[in-house]
C-alpha cells in the first residue's frame, strides 16, 4: 500500500479537495483507495457520505482520533489521508510516519505561502523527513490565470527551490460537484477533461504508471 498525505497548516489552501481528486482519480482508475479524514472538520467524511452508490468506490476511514491512525483495510492500493489544518507535535509525527509523500497545496496568496513556508520548516525536523524517508511535493492550487499573486507564488517555489508537481486553476465545478460527492474524474464530459489533465504530474509523481491517463 502506498500512503500519500496531504497537509499543510493553513487552512481553506484546497487539502480536502486535493485529497478527493487523488483518491477519485485513482479509484477511476480501477485502483483501490481508501480515504482517511483525520480532520476534526470532517470535510471528507462528510463528502464520502454524499456519494452516489454507482460512483467509484472509496473506502471511507475516519482517522480523527490518533488511536484511529493506520488502520486501514487489507487490500487497499493507495491511501490517501486529509490530514488536519493544525498538524503538529505528535499527531504530525504520526500521520508522518505512516506516508510515503506528502502533497502541501498552497494558493497564491501571502498567507498561504507564508504558512507554507513555515510549514516546511517545522516538519523538517520529524526524523522521516530529515533521513529522506518521505517525498515533499508541492500544489499550486486555485490558480487564477493572469493574476499578480502568481508571481510571488513563483518567487517562493524559486526560494525553496522546489518547482510545484503543477498549477491547478480554480474552477467552481470542484465545489459544485463535491456537494454530490462527485468529483471532476467522475465525470467523462469534454468540458471536465482539462480540468483533469492538470493533476497528470500529480498522478505521475505518486504512482508507477508512466501512461496518460486522461
Same mark, same amino acid.
Given at each position: 500500500m502506498k500512503t500519500i498525505l496531504i497537509a499543510n497548516q493553513k487552512?481553506?489552501?484546497?487539502?480536502?479537495?486535493?485529497?478527493?481528486?487523488? @483518491?477519485? @482519480?485513482l479509484a477511476q482508475k480501477g485502483y483501490k483507495v481508501a480515504l482517511a479524514d @483525520?480532520?476534526?472538520q470532517k470535510s471528507s467524511l462528510h463528502w464520502l457520505k454524499q456519494r452516489p452508490a454507482e460512483a467509484a468506490f472509496i473506502e471511507s476511514l475516519d482517522w480523527r482520533s490518533d488511536k484511529s491512525f493506520g488502520k486501514s483495510p487489507k487490500g487497499i492500493e493507495y491511501l490517501i489521508i486529509d490530514a488536519p489544518g493544525a498538524l503538529s507535535g505528535e499527531s504530525a509525527e504520526q500521520l508522518i510516519a505512516e506516508a510515503d509523500a506528502i502533497i502541501t497545496p498552497l494558493q497564491p496568496s501571502f498567507f498561504d505561502i507564508d504558512s507554507t513556508r513555515r510549514f516546511l520548516k517545522h516538519i523538517q525536523d520529524i526524523k522521516?523527513?530529515?533521513?529522506g524517508k518521505v517525498h515533499i511535493h508541492l500544489l499550486a492550487n486555485r490558480v487564477k490565470a493572469n493574476s499578480?499573486?502568481?508571481k510571488d507564488m513563483q518567487a517562493f517555489f524559486d526560494k525553496v527551490g522546489q518547482s510545484p508537481l503543477a498549477w491547478i486553476?480554480?474552477?467552481s465545478a470542484?465545489? *459544485?460537484? @463535491? *456537494?454530490q460527492g462527485l468529483n471532476v474524474f467522475d465525470?467523462? *464530459?469534454?468540458?471536465y477533461l482539462a480540468? *483533469?489533465?492538470?493533476?497528470q504530474p500529480v498522478l505521475n509523481a505518486i504512482i508507477d504508471d508512466p501512461s496518460n491517463w486522461f
Open positions: 487552512g481553506g489552501c484546497g487539502k480536502t479537495i486535493t485529497a478527493i481528486s487523488l @483518491a477519485t @482519480a @483525520a480532520d476534526p522521516r523527513i530529515r533521513k499578480a499573486s502568481n486553476s480554480e474552477r470542484y465545489a *459544485q460537484l @463535491a *456537494q465525470k467523462p *464530459q469534454k468540458i480540468m *483533469q489533465n492538470q493533476w
